[in-house]
């Protein structure tokens, strides 16, 4: 029999939950690792409920003391690095390289949260009547939900529960169903860092758990990732339902190629920024944009991408993995059909096979030329190992292109020029630029932040800005009249 994958409700690994269970499959083979059954409603109400008594002792605990929690927890994660990165190896199929980063751009945000007590600090101004002053405390919110994608099994959840605890916060986080494993790891290591059994708890499900969470009245809010329609769903129910929510959503993410740029730089950096990780990051680049003379670069482009190779993580020369199910493979094998019709595949992988693993969900390497703003490979955010090449004649025209997609997640672009490169950076309407970096995630003490239909909330979050979303500022102006202090001997006391 299949391992079960627990739940973490009231402290308790929990292998029995009420709904019937289903595979969780390995996406190189498309055989069951673990089976997973979703947490019934009675379930889901006993994690609020656990995660809403255990706020009012962790609330009181110490900021220092949640911090050493952190301290603690981030050296486990990097004691279990290797571990966990063959875990969501396995899960996803990421090669191993890719599934470690996955794993340490998460404990980055673990050390960030180490920090929490600098963090919080609120602010002061002395009189700001005659004799009045005003501080503001930065309290936590109480019981906050977090639901995450497949793509980054480890990060994600790690952008998220660390500082949300680190805060104050009890923490609910419901993971991707295809990989949930990750999160039972990362759980089974906080408690064994030193945390309160009951300020984590993990249920799994799909959408009927995750809209009772989102809409349940003890949640106070909600951090979603994932994908367009869902995030759009989970933004309008968690705020209908009055809670602060924070969804991060999908993406089309372009790279601009001056005719200035290096040549061999832009090649090997668009093959690893557009079909590494099979094209399954949010901020994957998924249109090259090349401006004049830059599309010269279009065929040796093609000849590189045309020798990456994916293959199982157990290979070390495969570049990349498999998409993580069957299904995610139909619907970009269906949009590479459709590209076909409307633009020039210079490099076709929808026949691709990997030796030794005849089924896996495996595409290779797809590259399509001419590709205009109306065809549906430039509409759909495809998640795929898919690169759309469209060429303009100017800047002021890639600009305009790249402001007019309604996504805004990630976008970079490559150049030897200052003045380019400003008026890039200074012009794009996406939140994160890149200037001759292909995928400029920031580290953890900036804010990652998606514009546009990127990104459904305020509070744009993680990192700094992480501590806003999972705190309630409190301002307090205090009037103390100088005839109510008493003189002792030592110390100065009120009445
Ligand atoms: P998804 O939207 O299918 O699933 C995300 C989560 O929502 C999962 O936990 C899933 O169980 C839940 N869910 C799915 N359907 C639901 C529904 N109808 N109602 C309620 N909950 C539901 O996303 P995915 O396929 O797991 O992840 C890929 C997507 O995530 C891509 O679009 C990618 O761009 C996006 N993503 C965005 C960022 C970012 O920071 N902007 C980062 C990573 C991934």
Redesign the pocket.
């Known amino acids: 029999m299949a391992t079960r994958v627990p739940h973490l409700i009231n402290g308790e690994w929990r292998h029995d939950a009420g709904g019937a269970p289903f595979a969780v499959t390995d996406p190189t083979s498309n055989q069951p690792l673990w089976e997973v059954a979703s947490a019934s409603a009675d379930e889901i109400n006993q994690a609020v409920a656990s995660a809403k008594q255990a706020f009012q002792a962790w609330r009181e605990v110490p900021t220092p003391e949640r911090a050493r929690l952190m301290l603690r927890y981030q050296h486990l994660l990097k004691q279990h690095h290797d571990e966990l990165g063959a875990l969501v190896a396995q899960e996803t199929g990421k090669t191993i390289a890719d599934a470690k980063g996955d794993v340490w751009r998460g404990i980055e945000v673990a050390e960030q949260a180490a920090n929490v007590s600098a963090l919080m600090m609120g602010e002061t101004v002395e009189n700001v009547a005659r004799g009045v002053d005003t501080h503001s405390w930065v309290q936590p919110l109480g019981v906050c939900v977090g639901?995450?994608?497949?793509?980054?099994p480890a990060m994600?959840p790690l952008w998220m529960f660390p500082m949300a605890l680190a805060c104050g916060n009890a923490f609910i986080l419901?993971?991707?169903?295809?990989d949930p494993m990750t999160a039972v790891r990362l759980g089974e290591l906080l408690l064994e860092a030193g945390a309160p059994k009951d300020i984590l708890q993990i249920v799994h499900g799909?959408?009927e758990q995750?809209?009772q969470l989102i809409t349940h009245p003890d949640v106070k809010a909600v951090s979603f990732?994932?994908?367009?329609p869902?995030g759009q769903?989970?933004y309008r129910t968690a705020t209908d339902h009055m809670k602060r929510a924070q969804c991060?959503?999908?993406?089309k993410n372009h790279m601009v190629i001056m005719p200035d740029a290096n040549p061999q730089q832009v090649v090997s950096q668009l093959v690893g920024a557009s079909v590494g990780a099979a094209g399954q990051r949010?901020m994957a680049i998924s249109v090259a944009v090349f401006v004049g003379s830059a599309g010269d670069m279009i065929p040796a482009l093609r000849d590189e991408l045309a020798k990456v190779m994916p293959g199982h993580h157990s290979d070390t020369a495969a570049a990349y993995g498999p998409l993580i199910s069957p299904q995610a493979r139909a619907r970009v094998l269906s949009l590479i059909e459709a590209g076909k019709q409307e633009a020039e595949c210079l490099l076709d992988g929808s026949d691709c096979t990997v030796p030794g693993y005849p089924d896996g969900n495996w595409v290779g390497p797809t590259l399509f030329r001419g590709v205009t703003p109306q065809m549906m490979i430039y509409k759909e955010?495809i998640?795929g190992p898919v690169l759309c090449c469209v060429e303009v004649e100017s800047l002021d025209e890639a600009l305009k292109l790249v402001n007019a997609n309604p996504y805004g997640?990630g976008t970079s672009i490559f150049t030897k020029s200052g003045a380019a490169a400003r008026k890039y950076q200074h012009e794009v309407e996406v939140g994160q630029v890149g200037i001759n970096i292909p995928i400029p995630v920031p580290l953890p003490f900036f804010s990652?932040t998606?514009w546009k239909g990127?990104f459904y909330g305020d509070l744009h979050a993680y990192g700094k800005q992480g501590v806003r979303f999972y705190t309630e500022t409190k301002t307090v102006t205090s009037r103390w009249p100088e005839d109510e202090i008493v003189e002792t001997n030592m110390t100065i006391s009120l009445k």
């Open positions: 639901i995450t994608p497949f793509n980054f994600i419901k993971p991707s169903e295809q799909r959408k995750v809209d990732v994932g994908s367009v869902v769903h989970i991060f959503a999908g993406a949010c955010e998640f997640n990652f998606g990127s």
